[in-house]
């Protein structure tokens, strides 16, 4: 085994590109420890280029979770003032970590009646603003430099992989794949793009409500999300995907979060077909859900019925419409339409 000695200027240098590791044959995993930290760095560093953000300027933004520590991170080796919004799902220590990264943080405690946590969180973001009025709202839902970003992920995976025939991975702002994807295209013209999303969000059509699995999905529709860059939609609950990622631990030693537990569960499904190579986007590290996915007690409690073993699903329930009440793990064809269109096909065929 070679090894290749070069010192990263700080933490974001040395740590933003994902590892590439190949899990079969054919299926190639891009781990992250700190996904959103990429974009993260990438928005504020073009808004300081552009004058945006300057020496007293405040950086405001809304998360729940890994864009918030990735920001944080970006923010303090930067020296920049960041308040960060969030709401009940922000993990006692990940609060505790932002706060020791210098970030003040604000705890909404009830949801907007219309657009849950995500709607409430995002007024007290404009709250925000008008009390600082220097500030930058880096907004990953509707940033442009967000997808941007990820023409490096793009870069490595096509210099170190080679041709690849398909890109999986978890949808929540819709930056990581519908960059990475675009951007894959301009190399590998071919490629499909198949995004991993969760049941009741509504980034593929379905309504809104409460979701065990955190980290993909979403209560709003983001401007990034371009439906058309998507040729297959799949939406896996809770329990298989808990199932996957710690079959991803105990089979490849990756100890990842459960958003890369459900790409990781679709990548194989795909990989099975025999029809290239299969490159999945892994978010984030483990460390976050030790009291919970990777708790056996806490698993039990949420998915009684849950089995940890090696007999993971192969594959999902084919549908041919989105699946409104939906359950499990369900897969349909969406063939870079719009979601527009795909929601006014099914109506027009009911």
């Not at 953000?53 to 991170?73: E, R």
């Not at 006692?92 to 409430?120: K, S």
């Not at 089979?251 to 979060?257: E, I, P």
């Amino acid at each position: 085994m070679s090894v290749s000695v070069e010192v990263a200027s700080d933490v974001v240098e040395a740590a933003c590109l994902p590892r590439l590791i190949r899990l079969a044959p054919n299926l190639v995993g891009a781990a992250f420890d700190v996904m959103k930290m990429l974009p993260a760095a990438h928005m504020v560093d073009e808004a300081i280029r552009e004058g945006r953000i300057g020496p007293g300027t405040t950086v405001i933004d809304t998360t729940s979770g890994t864009f918030g520590l990735g920001l944080a991170m970006v923010c303090a080796l930067r020296g920049l003032r960041l308040h960060l919004v969030s709401d009940p799902a922000v993990e006692g220590f990940l609060a505790q970590r932002l706060m020791d990264l210098g970030a003040e943080l604000t705890v909404v405690r009830e949801p907007a009646a219309d657009g849950g946590f995500q709607a409430a969180r995002l007024a007290v973001v404009e709250q925000l603003c008008a009390r600082y009025p220097d500030h930058f709202v880096p907004s990953q839902y509707g940033n442009v430099n967000n997808p941007l970003a990820y023409a490096a992920v793009a870069e490595q995976i096509a210099q170190v992989v080679g041709d690849v025939a398909y890109l999986v991975g978890p949808v929540g702002s819709g930056g990581s794949m519908c960059g990475t994807a675009r951007a894959l295209r301009s190399v590998f013209p071919s490629l499909r793009a198949v995004g991993v999303d969760t049941h009741h969000s509504r980034l593929f059509g379905q309504q809104d409500g409460p979701r065990l699995l955190r980290g993909l999905g979403n209560s709003l529709l983001p401007s990034n999300l371009d439906h058309t860059v998507f040729d297959e939609v799949h939406w896996v609950d809770a329990s298989p995907a808990y199932a996957a990622t710690r079959a991803l631990h105990r089979q490849h030693a990756l100890y990842m979060g459960p958003t890369s537990g459900a790409a990781y569960l679709v990548a194989k499904h795909l990989a099975r077909r025999r029809e290239g190579t299969v490159v999945t986007l892994l978010p984030d590290a483990g460390h976050r859900y030790e009291a919970t996915v990777y708790d056996n007690t806490w698993l039990a409690g949420v998915c009684p019925d849950l089995r940890l073993d090696d007999r993971l699903p192969t594959d999902p329930e084919m549908v041919t419409a989105v699946p409104m009440r939906g359950e499990g793990w369900q897969a349909m064809a969406w063939e870079r339409r719009s979601l527009h269109d795909v929601l006014a096909d099914q109506d027009g065929k009911s």
